[in-house]
């Protein structure tokens, strides 16, 4: 009824000032600034009562420019009341609430113009009818874009329905998997902590008896050492008074520890541990440790240990900088290695020889042989012990592999788990300078086009929606942290689109980043405003 009408209307006038209706306007009657949907609640037959039920006043004083009424009900169409609101019609457009102290202002807020009626100075348009076209256009490429990528999220339901039952029949056939690993691994724990038990039997004999070589060798150790220290005492004793006291070692060069060409009091009392004399027993248990690394020193026997640390350092120093450091270091240790040699002669490098014959002739460890049923034994026990770490491997890799399921299927990937189909996948958005890469539910980085080094801008943390749209953004935080700054974190929008695409990047605040991400899994049925907008009001 209300498009046949409109046609038919023509300019009507009303006795009060109060109300207008225009030939492209609404045929119903109703004061300016009013919407249709109200106009009945202003009827000039009849005294006005505000909407709050406070006042009731002349209908002529409706619009008067005098606010009588505490919820400006009386002033629709001017801007006398601080609290009201004027009503566009925008015909052929959408219509539009505006703050009523903007009516008159001498700005065009209504497409219609119909907010500036009083106001000569300012010359206003009505271009209701370009700009409903032109968001009529938008409003129908956007359903069409709403339509396509409905379909898709379609799809992407299915599928997501279709993975999870997957996940889920895995997750089913794993906890049986893992039952059974279980059971065989506490199989193979039983068997091996009995070969075990036969097999430290069996080498108990051995370790005795390899106890007792070791017990052995230490005390023929302990009784050369005794003897060399012996013999040491004797030849300090100059006096041989049966004490060696710091005047008979100040005498010799070997104690210079600070090489100044002196042994000082201090330093001969060092290795008399802290002492004026000692005697044999004394000198065998407090001096002779302090004293044998320098005559071992001192006969090029022995130098002090570097840090193995150190040696890969200064070998991997040479190697790259071998025009610089490496020329300043290898002298350093070639005047080293000639000082320790023409300090001692050709006695040194003999007994370099027959130290290392020995080790040749003595090595360290030799394979114990065990009798024919004890290594049988240790054979079965390892194998015991090889099917055990195996079964237990197998029961982490499944356990793993459980974790890993449960967890994807504690994910929200929205209602419907449209999102899902999106794990997994990551989006590329480049500007001048750097490579943003979005991985949804993963992380979101950032790579320099001038290398491959990646900065983590955050993971997935959770859904940072409005309550009526909890799935319209994300978060990714805890990422790397800025220099001398906070650690860098995402705001990830989410929008309707055809194709999943990083639209947009930018860095809003320091360290705080914000992607525009399009994706199909957004597109959800239109709102009821949305239907609305596709019409104008007639």
């Keep these: 009824m209300e498009r046949r009408l409109y046609f038919k209307l023509s300019f009507v006038f009303i006795t009060h000032s109060c109300l207008i209706i225009s030939a492209n306007s609404s045929e119903v009657p ?3 600034g009013v919407s249709i949907s109200r106009a009945p609640l202003y009827n000039p037959e009849k005294d006005f009562t505000c909407f709050d039920g406070t006042l009731t006043i002349p209908f002529s004083q409706v619009n008067d420019d005098y606010c009588d009424c505490s919820d400006a009900s009386d002033e629709p169409g001017t801007p006398a009341c601080p609290n009201g609101s004027f009503h566009c019609t925008n015909a052929g457009h959408k219509p539009l609430n505006i703050p009523s102290y903007r009516v008159n202002d001498g700005v065009c807020d209504c497409c219609d113009a119909s907010d500036e009626y009083a106001n000569s100075n300012v010359n ?3 271009n209701c009818n370009e700009l409903g076209r032109s968001a009529r256009e938008e409003a129908l490429k956007q359903a069409e874009l709403l339509k396509a990528g409905k379909q898709i999220r379609s799809e992407y339901i299915q599928r997501s329905s279709q993975i999870k039952q997957e996940k889920k029949d895995m997750l089913s056939e794993l906890e049986k998997n893992l039952s059974e690993a279980d059971k065989v691994k506490n199989e193979k724990q039983v068997l091996k902590d009995q070969v075990e038990v036969l097999e430290n039997a069996a080498l108990q004999k051995y370790r005795e008896i390899e106890e007792a070589e070791k017990l052995k060798k230490q005390e023929a150790e302990n009784a050369k050492n005794r003897e060399e220290a012996t013999e040491t005492f004797k030849l300090f004793d100059s006096n041989e008074d049966g ?7 100040r005498t010799r060069q070997t104690f210079d520890k600070d ?23 004394e000198f065998i248990s407090d ?29 991997q120093v040479e190697d790259v900088h071998d025009d610089i450091e490496g020329s300043e270091t290898e002298p350093v240790e070639e005047i080293e290695e000639h000082e320790s040699v023409e300090g001692e002669g050709e006695e040194i490098d003999e007994d370099d020889e027959e130290e290392e014959e020995e080790v040749t002739e003595e090595p360290a460890s030799e394979p114990v042989k065990y009798d024919e049923e004890t290594q049988k034994l240790i054979e079965k026990a390892t194998e015991a012990r090889k099917e055990f770490t195996d079964a237990e491997k197998e029961v982490r890799h499944i356990q793993a592999e459980i974790k890993k399921l449960e967890e994807y299927l504690e994910k929200d990937f929205g209602p419907e788990d449209e999102f899902a189909p999106l794990e997994g996948d990551c989006f590329d958005y480049e500007d001048y300078e750097y490579i943003y890469k979005l991985c949804p539910f993963d992380k979101a980085v950032q790579k320099p086009k001038s290398n491959s080094v990646e900065t983590r801008l955050g993971v997935w943390s959770n859904w940072l929606g409005s309550e009526d749209n909890k799935y319209s953004s994300m978060l990714y935080d805890r990422g790397q942290s800025c220099w001398n700054g906070p650690q860098r974190s995402t705001h990830v929008r989410i929008n309707c689109g055809s194709e999943n695409k990083l639209t947009a990047v930018s860095e809003p605040n320091r360290c705080e980043y914000l992607f525009d991400f399009t994706t199909p899994a957004a597109c959800k049925e239109a709102e009821s405003d949305t239907q609305e907008d596709l019409h104008d009001e007639l």
């Design 30 to 32: 109703r004061p300016r």
């Design 124 to 126: 206003c348009a009505n």
């Design 243 to 249: 004490k060696v006291d710091t005047s008979e070692i």
């Design 259 to 281: 090489r100044n060409g002196e042994v000082s009091e201090e330093e001969a009392k060092y290795f008399l541990n802290e002492k004026e004399e000692l005697g044999l027993e």
């Design 287 to 315: 001096g002779w440790s302090r004293v044998k690394p320098f005559l071992m020193m001192d006969a090029g026997l022995f130098k002090p240990p570097v840090p193995e640390k150190e040696e890969e350092e200064t070998e």
